[in-house]
C-alpha cells in the first residue's frame, strides 16, 4: 500500500486525510520528502470559497505550497542535490518554453504547473515531485522551518527588490502588516532602508511590525459618515504626511509604496503618499475593482506594478538573506511547537479566525509533515 498520507480539500469547508500513490519522477525531477508547510491564505480561501478569481476547485486537491523537505530520490539528470539533501522548495513548474519564459518572467508562464492551484494537488503529503531546479538546498544554520518561510519571503523579494527596484538609502511604506507585508518591511531593511513604514488598521499588528522592521508605524484615521473612499484617502494621506514629515519630492519623500493589503483605501492614500517619480507595487489582493486617480498616476509620472508570486533569483535571494543573518523569519512563527499533521485542521482553523483557541494571534502557522516531530525545525 503506499505511504503518502495527503491533506485533501474535497469540497468548500471539508477536507480529510487519505493516501495518494507516491509520485513517479521523470529524470529531471526529484521527489521530496516534505518535513514543513506554512499555511498561505490562499490555502484557507480554497477551503472557504472553494475559488480564487477563475480558479475553481472542482476535484478533490491536496492542499498546501509553502514547503521544505529533504530529498528522497533524484532523477539521473539531477546533479546539484543528492538524496537526504534539506531543500526548499518553489512550488511553480513552468515550461521554459513559451515567451515569458525565455524572457526570465517564468512567473508569467501560461502553462505553469503551481501546488495547490486548481487542478494541482499541492505539498501537504509526504511525498511531492518537484522538477530539480526547484529544490534549494538550504545552507547550515537554515531550518526546515525556515526553508518552508521561503516562499513567502520569495514573494516579498520579487515585490521589494526585482520590481521595487528598491535600493540602500531609499524609504518605503508598506500597507498591511500580515505576513507578506512584514517580509517585505524585512527584505526593505536587509537592503538597508532608511525608513521602513507599516500601516494597519490593527494596533496589535503596528506594534508587531515595529518590533519587527518597521522603523515607524501608522495607524489610519477613522472615516467619517458620508465620506467617499477617495475623499477619505486624500485626508488619511494628508495625516499621514503631518505625523511621519512626508514629502511629495526629497530626501523625506517614500521611494517605494508596497500594498500587501488589497484594501481599497489602502491603494488610494498610496498614489497621495508615493513622491513625485516614485514606484508603486501591488501585491496584496482583494476587490479588483477599485477606483485610482489616473490624473496623479500621470502628473507624478508614478511607476504602478503588479506583483505575482516570484521569479528567477527570488528564492536564491531569500535563502541568502536567512543564511546571512539580514532576515530572522523565526519570529512570525507564532506558534511553537508548530502543528503536527495529524493537527492541520486545527492549523487552518487558527489561521481563518487570526488566532488559536487558547487567543494568541497567529502570524503564519507551520504544520509538520507525516510523521515528523512538531518539535523538530
Known amino acids: 500500500m503506499s505511504d503518502n498520507p495527503s491533506f485533501v480539500l474535497k469540497a468548500i469547508e471539508e477536507v480529510v486525510y487519505e493516501q495518494r500513490p507516491i509520485p513517479e519522477i521523470s529524470d529531471d525531477e526529484v521527489l521530496v520528502e516534505v518535513k514543513k508547510t506554512g499555511i498561505c491564505g490562499s490555502d484557507v480561501h480554497y477551503l472557504v470559497h472553494g475559488r480564487i478569481g477563475d480558479f475553481v476547485v472542482v476535484d478533490p486537491m491536496v492542499l498546501g505550497h509553502e514547503s ?18 534539506r531543500v526548499a522548495m518553489e512550488p511553480g513548474a513552468t515550461c521554459k518554453k513559451c515567451e515569458a519564459c525565455k524572457a526570465g518572467r517564468y512567473e508569467l508562464c501560461p502553462d505553469i504547473i503551481f501546488a495547490a492551484t486548481p487542478p494541482y494537488d ?16 538550504l545552507p547550515d544554520g537554515v531550518s526546515l522551518e525556515d526553508g518552508a518561510m521561503m516562499e513567502p519571503l520569495s514573494v516579498a523579494v520579487h515585490s521589494v527588490s526585482t520590481l521595487g527596484a528598491f535600493r540602500t538609502n531609499q524609504s518605503i511604506i508598506v500597507f ?7 517580509l517585505c518591511m524585512a527584505v526593505a531593511r536587509a537592503l538597508g532602508a532608511k525608513r521602513v513604514i507599516g500601516v494597519d488598521i490593527v494596533q496589535a499588528r503596528l506594534d508587531f511590525a515595529k518590533n519587527y522592521a518597521a522603523t515607524d508605524i501608522y495607524l489610519p484615521v477613522k472615516m467619517v459618515e458620508g465620506e467617499s473612499r477617495p475623499e477619505y484617502s486624500r485626508r ?21 509604496v508596497l500594498d500587501a493589503s488589497g484594501a481599497e483605501v489602502s491603494i488610494q492614500t498610496g498614489f497621495f503618499v508615493a513622491k513625485t517619480g516614485g514606484t508603486f507595487v501591488q501585491v496584496g489582493m482583494g476587490n479588483p475593482d477599485v477606483t485610482i486617480n489616473l490624473s496623479m498616476l500621470m502628473t507624478k509620472e508614478l511607476v504602478y506594478k503588479g506583483s505575482f508570486r516570484y521569479g528567477p533569483g527570488s528564492y536564491p535571494l531569500a535563502i ?7 532576515v530572522d523569519l523565526k519570529p512570525l512563527v507564532t506558534h511553537r511547537p508548530v502543528f ?16 488559536s483557541e487558547d487567543g494568541k494571534g497567529v502570524i503564519k502557522a507551520i504544520i509538520s509533515g507525516p510523521g515528523v516531530s512538531p518539535d523538530a525545525a
Open 176 to 182: 498591511g502588516c500580515g505576513p507578506v507585508g512584514l
Open 68 to 85: 521544505a523537505g529533504v530529498i528522497s530520490k533524484v532523477g539521473s539528470n539531477v546533479k546539484h542535490v543528492k538524496p537526504g539533501d
Open 122 to 137: 499541492g505539498t501537504l503529503a509526504r511525498y511531492y515531485r518537484l522538477p530539480g531546479d526547484l529544490a534549494y538546498p
Open 340 to 355: 503536527a499533521f495529524d493537527d492541520a485542521i486545527a492549523a487552518f482553523k487558527a489561521t481563518r479566525a487570526g488566532k
Open 320 to 326: 541568502a538573506l536567512v543564511a546571512q543573518g539580514k
Open 236 to 256: 488619511n494621506a494628508e495625516e499621514m504626511k503631518k505625523q511621519l514629515n512626508l514629502q511629495d519630492r526629497g530626501p523625506n519623500g517614500i521611494d517605494l
